[in-house]
């Protein structure tokens, strides 16, 4: 048996060649029929360049059908698949073709020149382009490619995709995702969910990280089922397309973006079967007044980059606010105290996980990988939780200090790296206060040198914006005198947040 991942989706749609598998936002319509040909059209070409299974292939591009479609044909050639937010910068992009040194590189024409030179640092000559539109280079120069290819066999265990999350020390790290660990989660999705052949998927999601990539793609790809998609989240355009949807999936933001419409009700929800939203927590207030509007109760669940899916609230059965959910089926979890001891109920600790969803380590960092799995094979999840009696978990915290804006992933050491390198910063601490609409905004407390009593914010604003993504960039910058350390020499940052909970 193929333990490729393409073999299992393969499988689901191979009868159903003539449904539509993705609808654009400017009504452009491809089958599984499509996705099949143009999905082989690019694993053939990939080959032909004389890629073989194993070597990375990095992107960054905007989303579109194509950009599945190319998804898929890597995964057809046993290429490992290395998605790249649009949102990152030159000097993150630089890092990452250091780290993983992909022997392909697809972007979007507008940035091909930056991208060539980039490459070009790591000996990386195949740059290719591809637009929104899923025009580019890598279109003209695969035209010609035939529109066959016999899917590679590939164990179960063979990396699939590595996607990058950073960590406490500020310097990203690969998780390298296998077959076995996307096909897994898939599968118990599918079966938690109760998806149907019928449902149909509006996509609002960005395509480089787990949400929209994985959860939202595979599920409709195992029910060989329909997806409208929109590059991005607009509220204006989901509304106008929720009557033609079953399944819709969102971060945080794009409930409490739908709330603010007057256009958004009942009717206008009235086919929807699911509404599902993770990425970052659910405010209760949220998903009481979503059930008040529309009837519907947001369906929760929980996971990272390193496990995919580990918890979701039931399809059927009670859905609760502020809670993630059960254990997703195969998957196991323990709430631990710092010595790895099993806590009762309702009692604070950390959360570990354990299943074939669960990656397979940190790419080239295999001591990390080593330190955040325990001896019997559960990985340490960084993030506090707590069991009630009905075996619902609650996430109560976040060990490793990661702040989730927008759905997106920020870790404070990373930024004040940058900050603590611009002229006149003496030392900066970065912390997450809440924020209405992205859920926590990113605010930086920053001690100037001596003599850079004039450096501003805007100041520090306009320097770091050239240099890392929008959405890890400051919501607000505040001068401090000094850094509140304990005896230890540590910046106590829960007092700074008591301090700066008001000024957001």
């Not at 950009?67 to 050639?77: E, Q």
């Amino acid at each position: 048996m193929n333990g490729n991942l393409y073999s299992l989706f393969s499988e689901r749609f191979r009868g159903h060649l003539e449904r539509t598998c993705v609808e654009t936002d400017a009504g452009r319509r491809f089958t599984y029929g499509d996705l099949e040909k143009i999905s082989a059209r690019y694993a053939r070409f990939l080959t032909d360049l004389g890629l073989v299974p194993g070597d990375r292939v990095g992107v960054q591009v905007e989303k579109s059908a194509q950009a599945l479609f190319f998804y898929l044909g890597c995964l057809r050639a046993n290429l490992v698949y290395l998605p790249l937010n649009t949102a990152y910068q030159q000097t993150e992009v630089g890092f990452f073709l250091r780290d993983a040194e992909p022997r392909f590189v697809l972007c979007d024409p507008k940035s091909e020149i930056t991208m060539r030179a980039l490459a070009s640092k790591q000996g990386i000559t195949q740059v290719f382009t591809l637009d929104a539109q899923g025009q580019g280079t890598l279109e003209v120069a695969s035209a010609d490619t035939p529109p066959d290819f016999d899917t590679v066999p590939s164990h179960e265990d063979d990396i699939a995709v590595i996607l990058y999350t950073s960590g406490t020390t500020g310097k990203p790290k690969g998780a390298m995702l296998t077959h076995r660990n996307l096909a897994s989660n898939a599968k118990a999705l599918h079966e938690t969910w109760e998806w149907r052949e019928d449902d149909v998927l509006l996509h609002a999601l960005p395509m480089y990280h787990t949400h929209g990539l994985f959860v939202a793609n595979h599920c409709a790809l195992l029910g060989a089922s329909a997806m409208l998609y929109l590059r991005k989240f607009d509220a204006d355009a989901v509304i106008e397309r929720l009557a033609r949807t079953t399944v819709f999936m969102g971060v945080p933001t794009y409930y409490t973006r739908l709330l603010a419409s007057p256009a958004f009700g009942r009717d206008t929800c009235r086919n929807i079967r699911v509404f599902i939203s993770g990425s970052a927590p659910l405010l209760a207030q949220t998903f009481v007044e979503f059930h008040a509007r529309t009837g519907h109760e947001i369906l929760e669940r929980y996971g990272m980059t390193e496990t995919c899916m580990n918890t979701s609230n039931p399809y059927r059965g009670p859905r609760l606010p502020e809670t993630v959910g059960l254990p997703l089926p195969g998957v196991s979890a323990r709430i631990v105290t710092d010595g790895d001891r099993d806590l009762p109920v309702d009692e604070v600790g950390q959360l570990l996980v354990k299943g074939p969803n669960v990656f397979k380590g940190y790419w080239r960092h295999p001591k990390k990988t080593a330190e955040d799995f325990t001896a019997d094979g559960y990985f340490r999840t960084g993030d506090l939780a707590r069991r009630g009696k009905d075996g619902y978990i609650s996430i109560v915290g976040r060990a490793k200090d990661l702040i989730i804006t927008g759905g997106l992933n920020v870790y404070p050491k990373e930024i004040e790296s940058y900050l603590d390198a611009l002229e006149g910063v003496q030392e900066s601490a970065v912390i997450g206060l809440p924020h209405q609409d992205f859920g926590e905004a990113v605010v930086a407390i920053v001690v100037r040198k001596k003599g850079y009593e004039n450096l501003t914010e805007l100041a520090i604003l306009d320097q770091l914006r050239g240099q890392i993504a929008n959405y890890k960039v400051p919501k607000q910058v505040i001068f401090a005198a000094e850094l509140p350390r304990n005896t230890m020499g540590k910046v106590q940052k829960n007092m700074l947040r008591q301090k700066c909970v008001a000024i957001v």
